[in-house]
């Protein structure tokens, strides 16, 4: 009995190891401009809390590109415009499509739908609904406003158009690149170090280590 009891106390510590947090948006604090760096550990990316000037897509790419964070005292540089999984003009409503609403393959759909629990202006069933960015989570300088994608629409036969995201409807369309969109930057990767353990892992954990210790202590005064 006692050697099953071990057993499970040595279990309940290695599952509490092995759990993943819970996806999350995580402002990792600010750069020296007192703009918010925020990782979503979902997709393992960092967003710079900042809206670019509306420009063309050109524009807003060489932008990202040259974007350079002072993070107390690392500096940053790998940036970019978010990423859309490119295809043909497919539209829908269900999330499915290419071209539409409730997507959230790309990196701004994902965020809009997925990390911030926004709602498009229309249902994944074609319903009108009351929708767009009422919801901003940690950020701060995120908007109602179009942000271009830094991915061509290659799919398709005409090569002047690239995707960009609505935070105001909550769709995602291609269009030409000459528009005048705003740009939202982001890098793979965080910026922090290894992520602290949350206060109910620790608790968990440290359950299990003592229920160990406690058995242990007892197993050398029975000898």
């Known amino acids: 009995m ?9 279990a309940l510590a290695v599952c509490v190891l092995a759990t993943p947090a819970h996806a999350t948006l995580i402002n990792r604090g600010t750069d020296t401009l007192g703009n918010r760096l925020i990782y979503d550990d979902d997709l393992d990316i960092t967003w710079y809390d900042y809206t670019h000037s509306a420009g063309n897509w050109t524009s807003q790419v060489a932008w990202a590109d040259t974007l350079s964070v002072d993070f107390g005292g690392d500096i940053f540089n790998d ?3 978010p990423t859309t999984v490119d295809g043909p003009y497919v539209f829908g409503y269900d999330g499915t499509t290419t071209v539409g609403y409730n997507i959230t393959t790309s990196e701004m759909g994902h965020l809009f739908y997925t990390e911030l629990g926004n709602d498009g202006d229309y249902d994944t069933s074609g319903n009108s609904q009351a929708g767009g960015l009422t919801k901003t989570g940690v950020f701060q300088h995120l908007n109602s406003y179009v942000y271009w994608s830094g991915t061509e629409n290659l799919a398709d036969t005409n090569t002047d158009l690239a995707w960009y995201f609505s935070f105001r409807h909550g769709s995602q369309y291609p269009n030409y690149k000459t528009g005048n969109y705003y740009g939202l930057a982001v890098r793979s990767g965080d910026v922090a170090a290894a992520p602290v353990p949350e206060p109910a892992t620790i608790v968990l954990l440290g359950i299990g280590l003592a229920g160990m210790g406690v058995y242990g202590a007892r197993r050398r005064r029975h000898r």
């Open 79 to 81: 940036w970019r415009l």
């Open 2 to 10: 006692k050697r099953i009891l071990f057993l499970l106390m040595a």
